[in-house]
């Protein structure tokens, strides 16, 4: 039975190769120093955050704001994407830069605020802060308490549930059972949740053409503005109902029902009294009854 062989009995060649194995040739890789002599738009990521947290404690405001623009750039893409995120599940009344703006801010706050010892990245640490940010500026502009919409929100989330599990949109009373809440206090909360929502004038109407595209002011209806359509007919049936009358019977009607003026004013237009301005026109509305209830038939009202 042969000895067994010892780390003494390996030959040089053998022990030189083991020491090869176990040390990489070249020695340990050593840390890149960071070149404070590149300019911050060359500068690695990793390199930017040294340089930055050594200007601050250095208390150079200059390099500081040259550094933390050239950080807020290279993170730039990261605020738009939380931003449109965002934006899909809000109105489209909101713009995109809007939310983009907000998030700069909080990201603007997260570079200030990061602290680079924790050995943390710094993508985890800011997403928080400017999706946070943006929210706060979402709210700030709501004219809506909080408190209103996370009622509303409940409202919704219920009545979702029960419809689902009735198969029909739930009574009043079931509304209230399932929330526990009085009657009087689930309408007030529905009343309240009513006007949480504000819609822009300026939102386009998208009927799925581009090019027919228009805004929600284009289609709303002007309540207070004249109908030229009707406005040709009324005038088209005074004439017709007037045609028999005299000028002065004919100038009584059109100014007490076209243009709004009293008895009084149109007898001292005519130099007559106001009891004889109400005999006319008594006299002649009793002639156009007759008229009309003959001729109703042909007149397009």
């Not at 996370?150 to 009043?172: F, M, N, S, V, W």
Request: charged share 30%; with cysteine; proline share 4%.
């Amino acid at each position: 039975m042969s000895p067994k062989k010892t780390t003494g009995d390996r030959t040089p060649a053998q022990t030189a190769k083991s020491s090869a194995k176990a040390k990489p040739i070249g020695g340990t890789k050593k840390k890149a120093k960071v070149d404070p002599n590149l300019p911050p738009e060359e500068q690695p990521t990793e390199d930017l955050w040294v340089l930055y947290k050594k200007a601050a404690q250095a208390s150079d405001a200059a390099k500081v704001e040259a550094l933390r623009n050239v950080l807020m750039e290279r993170h730039y893409p990261l605020v738009k994407y939380i931003a449109e995120r965002l934006l899909q599940t809000l109105p489209k009344s909101i713009e995109l830069d809007d939310l983009v703006s907000a998030g700069l801010f909080g990201l603007m706050d997260a570079i200030r605020g990061f602290d680079l010892s924790r050995g943390i990245k710094f993508k985890t640490y800011c997403t928080t802060r400017i999706r946070g940010s943006i929210l706060d500026q979402l709210r700030s502009q709501d004219w809506v308490p909080r408190l209103v919409r996370l009622k509303a929100g409940k409202i919704d989330k219920a009545l979702q549930k029960l419809t689902g599990e009735y198969g029909r949109e739930p009574t009043h009373a079931e509304l209230a059972n399932y929330l526990e809440m009085d009657y009087g206090e689930l309408s007030k909360e529905i009343s309240s949740a009513k006007a949480k929502a504000m819609y822009s004038l300026s939102e386009k109407w998208d009927d799925g053409d581009d090019d027919n595209s228009m805004e929600k002011t284009d289609i709303l209806e002007d309540k207070k503005a004249v109908d030229p359509i009707g406005d040709l007919n009324r005038s088209d049936v005074m004439g017709y109902i007037t045609r028999s009358l005299t000028s002065k019977e004919r100038f009584i009607i059109e100014q007490y029902y076209q243009h709004g003026l009293t008895m009084r004013e149109i007898g001292e237009m005519l130099t007559l009294t106001e009891s004889r301005v109400c005999q006319i026109h008594s006299n002649v509305m009793a002639r156009l009854k007759s008229l009309l209830g003959q001729k109703q038939s042909t007149l397009l009202m």
